[in-house]
């Protein structure tokens, strides 16, 4: 059996409606829900206006493979933050902004960047290590869906193509 964690995962961008219910599909394959030790996520949870927050427990190998592949294929920023499992790995938060592949970034259990020694010499100056510590804190955008209300007040929603804090 594989090794299993806690991990949360913050997904935004743009997507057509048939393309969300693919995302939901994908969400409800992973076990996820909005909240610790929620209900599993159904397709009516998400909040129109905010990224949509994900969280599970018992994450084999602390990552959601499938859902996060699916994400980058559509082109769908996110942030995943897991817990480490001793002697195995440690806690990360791994970004992907919509585009090119995504970054990990060290953390603790609380999901906070942290930086060691070597990475800070690698990066060269403190103006690097500020520059890392604001890439692993980005911000991840609502997710619209067509048809949502910000899109019928005028402001077309693109569709992606074939695009978190923890407790």
């Not at 594989?2 to 393309?19: E, H, K, N, Q, Y």
């Not at 996520?41 to 493979?65: I, Q, S, T, W």
């Not at 804190?137 to 923890?166: M, N, Q, W, Y």
Request: hydrophobic share 40%.
């Amino acid at each position: 059996m594989a090794d299993r964690v806690s991990a949360s995962i913050t997904i935004g961008g743009s997507l057509s409606r048939s393309s969300y219910a693919e995302l939901v599909e994908h969400i409800r394959e992973e076990g996820l829900a909005t909240e610790w030790d929620g209900e599993p996520f159904d397709a009516h949870h998400r909040v129109v206006g905010a990224p949509l927050n994900l969280y599970a427990h018992e994450v084999a190998g602390g990552c959601f493979d499938d859902l996060e592949s699916w994400c980058a294929q559509n082109r769908l920023p996110f942030a995943r933050w897991s817990g480490g499992y001793a002697g195995q790995w440690g806690p990360e938060r791994v970004v992907f902004r919509g585009e090119g592949t995504s970054t990990s970034y060290t953390a603790t259990e609380d999901d906070e960047i942290v930086v060691a020694r070597e990475k800070i010499e690698q990066l060269g100056s403190l103006e690097a290590v500020l520059a890392h510590f604001d890439a692993a804190d980005f911000a991840v955008p609502p997710l619209a869906v067509e048809g949502d209300e910000s899109a019928t007040a005028g402001t077309a929603i693109p569709r992606a193509e074939g695009s978190a804090h923890v407790e």
